[in-house]
């Protein structure tokens, strides 16, 4: 099973709204990655937890905050955003952060709009 | 210069026929390889893995090029539904964790 699964698969919030982004993967992956996506543009790394621990944060403003409550989980809270921030929010997945071979998985995203 | 470089297309295809298409990156200590596609609006899926020595998957052969730092995808016999946006991504080993993505080549499939 090479499954991630996020939700919700569509947001709508104001810029004084706080919601969730959630993600869960069940292939014992030990690295799960945030990713940013404008259209027509590749995916930008937001945030990659190793071992539940925090390792890469990209310079991500304050408003986004990462969560990793366990192996399989990894949550984004949004609070304050702007409308430049509507995009389509991706989780991915990978073995761990070394070697060869360790592919990512991707979900099918949330597309957030932020009014 | 971006680190991976890919030719935005359109690559307009007849269906049936063979494209290819290549990915350049500039940072030698480039170890994994990986061809995505995406198509709109949903998420990038795994395509194939590129090994030094090459690999095939069905219709899809990808190789690597150490020495002039590229990657390339052919697809052979081409349908309709390629159509989509192939993303060339690359992880070096001097930032685990960071796989760096090309913009994408757009590749177009045509009755």
């Known amino acids: 099973d090479t499954e991630v699964t996020q939700t919700p698969k569509h947001l709508v919030m104001g810029m004084t709204n706080k919601k969730s982004l959630k993600c869960e993967q069940h292939?014992?992956?030990?690295?799960m990655y945030w990713y940013k996506q404008k259209a027509k543009k590749p995916p930008e790394l937001m945030f990659v937890?190793?071992?539940?621990?925090?390792?890469i944060n990209e310079s991500v403003p304050s408003r986004f905050s990462p969560e990793c409550p366990n192996s399989s989980l990894l949550n984004l809270h949004l609070h304050a955003l702007q409308p430049e921030d509507s995009a389509l929010y991706l989780c991915?997945?990978?073995?761990?952060?070394?070697?060869?071979?360790?592919?990512?998985?991707f979900g099918p995203g949330t597309r957030l709009t932020v009014l | 210069r971006k680190e991976v470089e890919q030719d935005p297309g359109p690559f307009n295809v007849p269906e049936g026929a063979t494209v290819a298409f290549n990915c350049t990156y500039s940072?030698?200590?480039?170890?994994?390889f990986f061809w995505y596609r995406q198509d709109c609006r949903k998420e990038p899926k795994l395509l194939m893995s590129v090994y030094s020595s090459g690999n095939e998957d069905g219709r899809f052969t990808a190789q690597l090029n150490r020495a002039s730092q590229y990657i390339s995808l052919l697809i052979r016999d081409s349908k309709l539904s390629d159509s989509a946006t192939y993303l060339c991504v690359v992880m070096t080993t001097d930032s685990w964790g960071k796989f760096q993505f090309g913009a994408g080549t757009q590749v177009v499939v045509t009755p």
């Open positions: 292939m014992g992956h030990r690295a």
């Open positions: 940072n030698s200590a480039s170890q994994s």
């Open positions: 991915a997945s990978s073995q761990d952060l070394s070697g060869r071979g360790h592919e990512q998985f």
């Open positions: 937890y190793s071992y539940e621990k925090l390792s």
